[in-house]
């Protein structure tokens, strides 16, 4: 198996490539790049082997791609068609998502966050917690049968620390990072701490009423730019995974792969 798999975000855009179903690179490009972005995606395309025997030189592979953001989608779809003169799949348009949901409304879930639970699954097989901590931060709960149950949406560091600037007189825009005491001695200090344990008392008050209701402590994954920066404190999850969502792109396109077969038989 073949792929490109492209996570659009908010602010950035990931590009994982595999081949024969091993992921090789993984490449962060800011969203309104359109000319890093076509370079990234044409390198990658060309690493993707040809078809034996093709005359038109057709790459044996596939471009498969979650997004929350409609817009940078139909770029893709663009460069796709224009550089690379390929179609792209779209988890959730051309290709179904991966995991049954137990919610009000389907179509209205990220697809970022059913192909993330998706991967975390796989591997726990077992009651899992999923919190990416991206632009938004989401905390997702799958149960013991693989099925996503919902979770909370709350604000990244960047948003959070942006509003405090915006909405006071003399509050400054912090970067957050890890703090060096627990105390702030400084106003960007005192912001910085905030917003940090903040993250990490949100994210284990969340899991705890999980497991209140669920009846037992589900096992923690945690991904995304902000956990990077917080895991460390964070002596209460299991796994920190960076890119777990190109992880789930390529499961949720293999498991696509997998049904189709089935069909056939």
Known sequence: MN???VDIGNTNIKVGLFLEGEE???ESVPGQDEQKLTGVLKANWEQIPLV??????KRDGVIVVSSVKPIWTALIEKIAREIL????????RDIPLPMDLSVKQSSNVGTDRVVAATAAYAVVEAAVA????????TIDLVDDRGVFLGGVILPGFEISAKA???NTALLPEVTVTHPELPWGRDTTEAINNGLYYSAIGTLHEVIRRYAEKTGSWPQTVITGSGAKIIKEDCDFIDNY???LVIK???LAYSKYLESKMDDAI
Do not use: C, H, R, Y
């Not at 034996?52 to 030189?57: L, R």
């Not at 999923?130 to 931060?137: D, K, M, P, R, S």
């Open 248 to 250: 789930g792109i390529a």
């Open 3 to 5: 792929l490109i798999a």
């Open 241 to 243: 995974v960076p890119d």
């Open 24 to 26: 090789k690179s993984v």
């Open 164 to 166: 405090l600037s915006e």
């Open 52 to 57: 034996k025997n093709s005359k038109e030189k």
């Open 130 to 137: 999923v919190a990416n901590f991206g632009t938004a931060v």
């Open 85 to 92: 003169a390929e179609k792209i799949l779209v988890i959730g």
